[in-house]
């Protein structure tokens, strides 16, 4: 017999205990009291389960399959044991908390959803009138049709030199590729031939920062778009792989090389390069945002006697409203000193708005609570008990400046009222008694 056998003969008892232990809530023959005591402890430990997730849901209980399934046995054999009825009772109860807390929506939770759909109407509708102007200025120059692409072998460079192409299949990122000659973004497929979309200059740089000061400022829902359009100026041919690799898919492929003109989102936005100002692209009607967003803030400032429990709440109105400035004065100015810092501030002001695009639309905050990290503390009445007015002082002086850390939890809503996840905490900070600051900006709510 191999060692392996052995061992699962040894084990045969333990298992054939294990399910005899998983059918007792079944077994009608055995002393109810002892089936009712059993039950109970798995309640229990469900009940603490939930207690744990403090109205939040997850997808994984531990003990609550037990708890169900040996008070469901136990209810059909005995309905009218009172002790079976306190069990049932309680598993209902946890039951519905283990579902998530929820509460009633109110109508202004959602406001700033229906500001941002008001934005990116007029947005888009001034993109459409300019991408057709786009579109009519060089009409007499644009391709019939873009695909099949011109045969490189029966046209010239120079027949296509000043040409434009309109691509309504510009799948970025999914189709770049870093290939021997450049950055590009491929359109097309070996049957009707390609385009290679050149990236690496600021004609596709500029308007694509652009738009994504357009997804960040105005419209969130322009991440899940896949497709765009683009109107390009062909300049070069060039043999590329598409599916560069170190095992390479496919062969070297001719295509046109396009430079880009504008950038288009159907219902959303278009850009284009602009070197006017101090960047180097610009999407249509971008200027006038800021004004109409202006009229929408309920919040414009941080006063200097904020609380933590407001502060959280002026940081919540700053990301929902698409107000970055108030965004960047609610967080600690030393984590904004560096462009990492700056960086890193503008890719969780994506994410923020990505999950008030998608999962929540509101959180509330409990009330804070308040320590002294360093320095001298005169709220500490145990200590201050002991010291004389000079001791403080002195105290006062050789502790340096004072640092407060608040930690505040936030409770996240969606659409419907319910409570998404557990509550989490978030750390504030303030120095010798100046402004709160949120110190903890990057969490989830």
Not at 155 to 170: H, P, Q, R, T, W
Request: with cysteine.
């Amino acid at each position: 017999m191999s060692a392996t056998a052995k061992r699962v003969r040894n084990f045969g008892p333990f298992f054939a205990a294990l399910a005899a232990c998983g059918a007792l809530y079944a077994a009608p023959g055995l002393d109810p009291k002892l089936r009712i005591r059993q039950a109970d402890y798995y309640v229990r430990e469900f009940e603490r389960e939930v207690a744990r997730q403090r109205g939040g849901e997850k997808m994984v209980w531990r003990a609550k399959n037990d708890a169900l399934d040996r008070v469901q046995a136990l209810k059909i054999e005995f309905p009218d044991d009172p002790e079976v009825e306190r069990l049932f009772q309680r598993v209902k109860s946890a039951l519905m908390k283990s579902k998530g807390d929820f509460t009633d929506v109110d109508a202004g939770w959602t406001i700033y959803k229906r500001n941002e759909e008001n934005l990116r109407k007029i947005i888009s509708a001034e993109a459409e009138r300019e991408w057709a102007a786009v579109l009519e200025k060089h009409k007499g120059n644009v391709l019939p049709k873009a695909f099949p692409t011109p045969a490189h072998k029966e046209v010239l460079l120079d027949d296509l030199k000043g040409k434009f192409v309109v691509l309504d299949d510009v799948q970025y990122p999914e189709h770049q590729f870093y290939g021997a000659t450049g950055e590009f973004v491929y359109c097309g497929k070996p049957s009707i031939g390609f385009y290679f979309i050149d990236i690496a200059r600021r004609d596709w740089l500029g308007p694509y920062e652009a738009v994504k000061r357009y997804r960040r400022n105005v419209n969130t829902a322009l991440e899940d778009v896949k497709r765009w359009s683009i109107i390009g100026e062909i300049v070069n041919i060039t043999v590329e792989n598409p599916h560069p690799s170190e095992n390479p898919v496919g062969n070297l492929q001719y295509g046109w090389v396009v430079k880009p003109v504008a950038l288009y989102v159907p219902g959303h936005v278009m850009a284009v390069r602009d070197d006017s100002g101090d960047v180097t692209g610009r999407y249509i009607g971008e200027e006038k945002v800021e004004t109409i967003k202006d009229g929408w803030y309920t919040v414009k400032t941080v006063p200097p006697d904020v609380t933590p429990e407001r502060l959280m709440e002026i940081f919540l109105a700053a990301i929902k409203e698409k107000n970055y400035k108030l965004y960047c004065d609610c967080i600690d100015p030393e984590l904004q000193k560096d462009d990492i810092g700056v960086d890193q501030l503008r890719y969780h002001w994506d994410l923020h708005q990505a999950r008030f695009h998608k999962e929540y639309v509101h959180a509330t905050f409990g009330k804070a609570t308040i320590k002294v990290q360093k320095g001298f503390d005169e709220s500490d009445a145990r200590e201050n008990f002991f010291l004389d007015e000079a001791q403080r002082n002195t105290l006062k002086r050789i502790s340096g400046v004072k640092i407060e850390e608040a930690v505040v939890e936030s409770k996240a809503f969606d659409e419907n009222g319910k409570q998404l996840g557990t509550p989490h905490p978030r750390r504030l900070i303030r120095r010798g008694g100046g402004r709160w600051y949120v110190e903890d900006y990057a969490p989830r709510f």
